[in-house]
């Protein structure tokens, strides 16, 4: 990595050139360990709010939501800061919602998948198969109408093969091409990555006796990537480093179209000593979600060098997580938010007071659900009843605002081609207003798309539409760029349609 390219250059260099190469199957067949490929930090890199993007292209906005999540999307900017919108805890949600004691919740790993045809929630999360055994799990299930008040009790599925530990399920959907193999799970034993197979979700058949995937720690995922119509396996590995000398867990991704072979994995989530102080580790990334063409995962952090209480109790815990955002638009190169998006509470006794690891998003109306895993008093205390799953929610795509106060602030984007006939923005302008004009490549204001022709939004929605005196369809195929007048107001994204 040259030193002297920041990290998010490093970003638009690497989206440019593995644009074509994300686009193709994925064909190689990787035998060997992925602890053992050498470390790069080329797709892991982290957000800096130093770097304008400064192409010289036109970027093809298509129908679809358009996230602020990083200054992709901002060229020039002034009296605006950027804010992690963090979820916040809601008294009106029975947490834990999966607990130790009653549901025998053993692991801060799931999936929760909604039914397309009746609406329910579906939850298989890792069981325990009892107490002494810290080494094996199996997969509960149970379903909600709502996502927040289950149907007890938990089934207990049969295994495909031995678990240790991974609960993560895929749906290819009613037209999957192989019915009997519409489900997909994965999960980690002997050494890697081990996937199943179910027409329902409940009845698993293994693909192979061998791990698919090998990698030395015991936390794997599986995603597809519905926009490169591949599979994507998540797996965590111990390594030294380059800037760090001791065994980190860090994350890999590998690639797959027939779920058999797979890519050389690639490092996506790295540490930044130089940045980040203390011994930052990963859990493995997971919770994907796509909005427009930006992938987004969420990132568990462990801290074992700190202590949930001081003194701990019990004396000798330890251990801290918190999760942050990532973030891809290639679905190569990841960029780690450094900044915390969800911790653990802070208030003693609490259920989650110790970690609070976000593994699953699911969209529901106009919020996203984003289930997590918590710790109350560390990362190895009370396994069997300690660990359980809670529930919080953020609007839809209020990742991050760029946020202006009374001092008025202002955006403008690069150059721009938009490809629909209508803009909203997703924004909090309650008590305060955003207004939109267009620009020229000479970034002059064009005539019936200016300031003075656009009425500017002065409510909080996550859809408020914009109006000029032209139709926005007589800028088809026109360069542009959109800027953004801002006071007391948070912009999130724009909405093309």
């Known amino acids: 990595m040259n030193r002297h390219i920041s990290p998010l250059s490093l970003a638009f260099l690497f989206s440019a050139l593995f644009a074509a190469a994300a686009a193709q199957p994925a064909t190689t067949d990787f035998k060997g360990d992925a602890e053992a490929v050498p470390l790069s930090r080329d797709h892991a890199l ?46 009106a949600i029975p947490n834990p919602i999966i607990t130790g004691k009653e549901d025998h ?38 379903e909600s109408a709502d996502g927040i008040r289950w149907d007890r009790p938990a089934r207990v599925l049969d295994d495909p093969a031995p678990i240790q530990f991974g609960t993560c399920v895929v749906d290819d959907g009613p037209s999957a091409p192989l019915p009997a193999e519409r489900f997909k799970y994965a999960w980690w034993k002997d050494g890697g990555l081990k996937i ?28 597809f990537d ?19 000398a001791e065994q980190r867990r860090v994350t890999m991704h590998s ?50 060098d700190l202590k949930a209480d001081n003194p701990p109790d019990p004396p000798d815990a330890y251990g801290m997580g918190y999760t942050a955002l990532a973030w891809s638009r290639d679905g190569e190169t990841w960029t780690r938010d450094t900044t915390h998006f969800f911790d653990p509470d802070p208030r003693q006794g609490a259920w989650d007071h110790a970690h609070a690891w976000i593994d699953e998003q699911v969209a529901v109306g106009d919020d996203v659900y984003l289930y997590y895993g ?12 300690e660990r359980q799953v809670g529930l919080v929610k953020i609007p839809r795509d209020r990742y991050v605002a760029w ?12 150059l721009l081609t938009l490809n629909g006939e209508a803009l909203s923005l997703n924004a909090g302008a309650d008590g305060g207003s955003i207004a939109v004009q267009m620009l020229d490549e000479d970034s002059n204001p064009i005539a019936g798309f200016a300031f003075a022709d656009n009425t500017p939004i002065t409510t909080d929605a996550l859809d408020a539409p914009l109006a000029w005196k032209r139709a926005l369809t007589e800028l088809d195929g026109k360069s542009l760029r959109l800027e953004f007048a801002l006071t007391n107001a948070r912009l999130f994204a724009v909405n093309l349609k």
């Open 403 to 414: 946020e202006a106060g009374s001092e008025p602030g202002r955006i403008v984007t690069p």
């Open 46 to 91: 982290i957000y800096t709010d130093t770097q304008n993007n400064s192409s010289d292209e036109p970027i093809v906005l298509n129908p679809g939501p358009h996230l602020f999540i990083d200054r992709y999307l901002i060229s020039e900017s002034a009296n605006v800061r950027r804010v992690v919108n963090s979820p916040q805890r809601d008294t």
């Open 196 to 223: 199943a197979t179910s027409p329902d979700g409940l009845a698993w058949k293994p693909m192979t006796d061998a791990p698919v995937l090998k990698a030395n720690h015991d936390i794997t995922g599986l995603f």
């Open 374 to 385: 918590g710790y109350a008093r560390g990362h190895k205390v009370n396994r069997y009843e």
């Open 226 to 244: 519905p926009l490169r119509k591949r599979y994507v396996a998540t797996v965590s590995v111990y390594r030294p480093g380059d800037t760090w």
């Open 255 to 304: 690639f797959s179209t027939g779920l058999r072979s797979w890519t050389t994995p690639h490092h996506v989530v790295l540490p930044y000593p130089s940045v980040e102080p203390g011994i930052v580790q990963f859990y493995a990334m997971d919770g994907y979600l796509v909005r427009g063409d930006l992938l987004i995962g969420m990132v568990k952090i462990l801290r074992d």
């Open 105 to 142: 919740c053993y692991q801060p790993y799931m999936t929760i998948l909604r039914d397309d045809s009746s609406g329910r929630f579906r939850m298989w999360y890792g069981g325990y198969v009892g107490e002494g055994d810290s080494y094996r799990s199996c997969i509960s299930y149970i």
